[in-house]
């Protein structure tokens, strides 16, 4: 392993990150704010409990997974793309490293700028409603999964994207409404049956019902199911990665 | 003296079935400068994208210091450095950390010590803590310099490196190359200025249409092909070549007043005594005379041209 290279690669995409950091930082806090006194306060309060749970406390897995999966997916395809787009990628092509260390370098800083804000919502959301970690472990591994997992994804995009419209293509017109419709804002219980069963087929819901599970006990689907979902996940991005750099596809002439 | 790279008959074909390389063999000395020379789409980047990595070959086979570039990539990229064609960089980035990232994405542990050296060597040393963008074209083609010398390659690839620069950065450059030929670096570059070739390389290869079509030695090369002309300069036009000079097979260029002889500097006689003799007994009388000798570009036009060297 070339770990001179992973931290190289790791440190690079962080000093951007370092350098926007009162962005980085300010943007999370505001919009969860902004959730909080629009669903939380002005909606939430007439609506009723969720299994015992407030409904500003309800939204709040749903919230950080929101954030942390868009987040996750524009900071490893934007680390990946922009040396595509500027050219600098020939020098990651000649240097001694394989894909893996590649992404690691790149996935593990996306992961953890994503994993950052994640905290940072999470502790503004602390300042609006009781937070409740009933499993904390499981809150971290889902979490970090999560993290890994939609970098992950966001470095294919960050390949196969050949301008910056596509770049967001995919966030915008299948993320954004697989998160919404994947019980960020409502239990999938509350739904009619039929639309309970073909939101099933939403890998998200796995996701936000896992999450929601360590904070309130609360799950729509299997906690195992949940993990077991978000594992397939990230085995069939990691898959996928081995595959374009085996092949070379949008990256080597 | 060693070879330090060894490139074998490498092909390179794309999807459309346009073959930009076709079946380079070439064997590269340890320590020398070779110019690549060819005009555009004659297959020197792509030759140097595949040695380093950037390109997959179709066939063939490179080593690097012994190490092939597939099976051992990792030894093999370590001894290279590469300066693409194109300004690649960071804008936002530091000039200081941007080199720091190419040391370290080599293998190489941190060392702000041999960086400082680097830096100071391209005269970049009080421009560390300056982001790219706020550097001139000129700087940007250094800090790239800086980068592919970051992890002390062996062997450098310069892709065009001068395309597009002042006079005096040219001369810079030149400078650079031949301090680092000094440091016992081999040097790699492809240019399509002649005179590029002409002041630094030792050995010249030219590629044309995918293929190599000659690699020697420069010197060699000049006199084996170059020939050299005696201008003979004459006070007063004439309208044809007299009749006793009819031997030398000599040029009257068009005002009549300039005689052109050429000749082989390697033959046992050049004949230019007797063809002043013979100037002399036609009763020309001489204002001046000059001899000239052919370019690399004159070469490199009749090689391209698919004339026989």
């Given at each position: 392993?070339?770990?001179?290279?992973?931290?190289?690669?790791?440190?690079?995409?962080?000093?951007?990150?370092?350098?926007?950091?009162?962005?980085?930082?300010?943007?999370?806090?505001?919009?969860?704010?902004?959730?909080?006194?629009?669903?939380?306060?002005?909606?939430?309060?007439?609506?009723?409990?969720?299994?015992?749970?407030?409904?500003?406390?309800?939204?709040?897995?749903?919230?950080?997974?929101?954030?942390?999966?868009?987040?996750?997916?524009?900071?490893?395809?934007?680390?990946?793309?922009?040396?595509?787009?500027?050219?600098?990628?020939?020098?990651?092509?000649?240097?001694?490293?394989?894909?893996?260390?590649?992404?690691?370098?790149?996935?593990?800083?996306?992961?953890?700028?994503?994993?950052?804000?994640?905290?940072?919502?999470?502790?503004?959301?602390?300042?609006?409603?009781?937070?409740?970690?009933?499993?904390?472990?499981?809150?971290?591994?889902?979490?970090?999964?999560?993290?890994?997992?939609?970098?992950?994804?966001?470095?294919?995009?960050?390949?196969?994207?050949?301008?910056?419209?596509?770049?967001?293509?995919?966030?915008?017109?299948?993320?954004?409404?697989?998160?919404?419709?994947?019980?960020?804002?409502?239990?999938?219980?509350?739904?009619?049956?039929?639309?309970?069963?073909?939101?099933?087929?939403?890998?998200?819901?796995?996701?936000?019902?896992?999450?929601?599970?360590?904070?309130?006990?609360?799950?729509?689907?299997?906690?195992?199911?949940?993990?077991?979902?978000?594992?397939?996940?990230?085995?069939?991005?990691?898959?996928?990665?081995?595959?374009?750099?085996?092949?070379?596809?949008?990256?080597?002439? | 003296?060693?070879?330090?790279?060894?490139?074998?008959?490498?092909?390179?074909?794309?999807?459309?079935?346009?073959?930009?390389?076709?079946?380079?063999?070439?064997?590269?000395?340890?320590?020398?400068?070779?110019?690549?020379l060819g005009p555009n789409g004659a297959g020197k980047?792509?030759?140097?994208?595949?040695?380093?990595?950037?390109?997959?070959?179709?066939?063939?086979?490179?080593?690097?210091?012994?190490?092939?570039?597939?099976?051992?990539?990792?030894?093999?990229?370590?001894?290279?450095?590469?300066?693409?064609?194109?300004?690649?960089?960071?804008?936002?980035?530091?000039?200081?950390?941007?080199?720091?990232?190419?040391?370290?994405?080599?293998?190489?542990?941190?060392?702000?010590?041999?960086?400082?050296?680097?830096?100071?060597?391209?005269?970049?040393?009080?421009?560390?803590?300056?982001?790219?963008?706020?550097?001139?074209?000129?700087?940007?083609?250094?800090?790239?310099?800086?980068?592919?010398?970051?992890?002390?390659?062996?062997?450098?690839?310069?892709?065009?490196?001068?395309?597009?620069?002042?006079?005096?950065?040219?001369?810079?450059?030149?400078?650079?190359?031949?301090?680092?030929?000094?440091?016992?670096?081999?040097?790699?570059?492809?240019?399509?200025?002649?005179?590029?070739?002409?002041?630094?390389?030792?050995?010249?290869?030219?590629i044309n249409k995918g293929?190599?079509?000659?690699?020697?030695?420069?010197?060699?090369?000049?006199?084996?092909?170059?020939?050299?002309?005696?201008?003979?300069?004459?006070?007063?036009?004439?309208?044809?070549?007299?009749?006793?000079?009819?031997?030398?097979?000599?040029?009257?260029?068009?005002?009549?007043?300039?005689?052109?002889?050429?000749?082989?500097?390697?033959?046992?006689?050049?004949?230019?005594?007797?063809?002043?003799?013979?100037?002399?007994?036609?009763?020309?009388?001489?204002?001046?005379?000059?001899?000239?000798?052919?370019?690399?570009?004159?070469?490199?036009?009749?090689?391209v041209?698919?004339?026989?060297?």
């Open positions: 392993m070339n770990w001179a290279a992973i931290a190289a690669i790791y440190r690079f995409e962080m000093a951007r990150f370092f350098r926007t950091l009162t962005q980085s930082f300010i943007s999370p806090v505001l919009s969860t704010s902004l959730y909080f006194v629009v669903f939380g306060t002005a909606i939430g309060s007439r609506i009723q409990e969720i299994e015992g749970v407030s409904y500003g406390a309800f939204i709040v897995p749903g919230l950080v997974m929101l954030s942390v999966v868009m987040l996750a997916i524009s900071n490893a395809s934007f680390g990946i793309y922009f040396p595509k787009f500027l050219g600098t990628i020939y020098e990651l092509l000649s240097a001694p490293v394989n894909f893996i260390e590649i992404v690691i370098g790149y996935v593990g800083a996306a992961a953890t700028k994503a994993l950052f804000v994640g905290v940072v919502i999470l502790l503004t959301a602390s300042f609006f409603v009781d937070l409740r970690i009933e499993h904390p472990l499981a809150m971290v591994a889902f979490l970090v999964l999560t993290c890994l997992s939609f970098s992950l994804l966001g470095f294919i995009i960050g390949i196969w994207a050949s301008n910056f419209e596509q770049m967001s293509l995919v966030p915008q017109l299948v993320v954004t409404p697989l998160i919404f419709l994947g019980g960020t804002f409502y239990s999938i219980s509350m739904l009619p049956p039929v639309w309970q069963t073909i939101t099933l087929f939403n890998p998200v819901v796995y996701l936000i019902s896992g999450f929601r599970w360590s904070f309130y006990g609360l799950a729509d689907v299997p906690v195992a199911l949940s993990l077991l979902a978000i594992a397939a996940f990230t085995g069939l991005c990691l898959a996928v990665i081995w595959w374009i750099f085996r092949t070379g596809w949008r990256i080597r002439n | 003296m060693k070879t330090i790279l060894s490139i074998r008959d490498l092909r390179k074909s794309y999807a459309d079935g346009f073959e930009a390389l076709k079946g380079v063999t070439l064997d590269i000395r340890e320590g020398e400068i070779l110019a690549l980047t792509t030759l140097i994208s595949t040695v380093c990595g950037i390109t997959t070959p179709s066939s063939g086979s490179v080593t690097v210091g012994g190490h092939d570039i597939q099976t051992d990539f990792r030894a093999a990229r370590r001894m290279i450095g590469l300066v693409p064609q194109e300004i690649a960089l960071e804008p936002f980035e530091k000039v200081m950390n941007t080199v720091r990232f190419s040391r370290g994405l080599f293998g190489k542990r941190a060392n702000d010590g041999r960086i400082e050296e680097v830096l100071r060597k391209l005269s970049l040393w009080d421009k560390r803590r300056n982001a790219i963008k706020e550097l001139s074209g000129g700087m940007k083609r250094r800090v790239l310099i800086a980068k592919a010398l970051a992890h002390d390659p062996r062997v450098l690839f310069l892709d065009e490196p001068t395309a597009g620069v002042d006079v005096e950065l040219r001369k810079d450059m030149w400078d650079i190359v031949a301090e680092l030929k000094a440091a016992g670096v081999t040097i790699i570059l492809t240019t399509h200025y002649i005179e590029e070739a002409e002041a630094i390389a030792d050995r010249v290869g030219v293929e190599l079509l000659l690699v020697e030695d420069k010197a060699k090369l000049m006199a084996r092909m170059g020939k050299k002309q005696l201008s003979v300069m004459l006070s007063r036009p004439i309208t044809a070549i007299p009749p006793a000079l009819a031997r030398h097979n000599l040029e009257l260029n068009g005002a009549g007043d300039e005689l052109l002889y050429t000749y082989d500097t390697h033959a046992d006689r050049t004949g230019i005594t007797k063809l002043l003799n013979d100037v002399a007994e036609a009763g020309l009388v001489l204002r001046d005379v000059a001899t000239r000798q052919s370019s690399l570009e004159e070469i490199f036009v009749t090689l041209k698919g004339e026989t060297p």
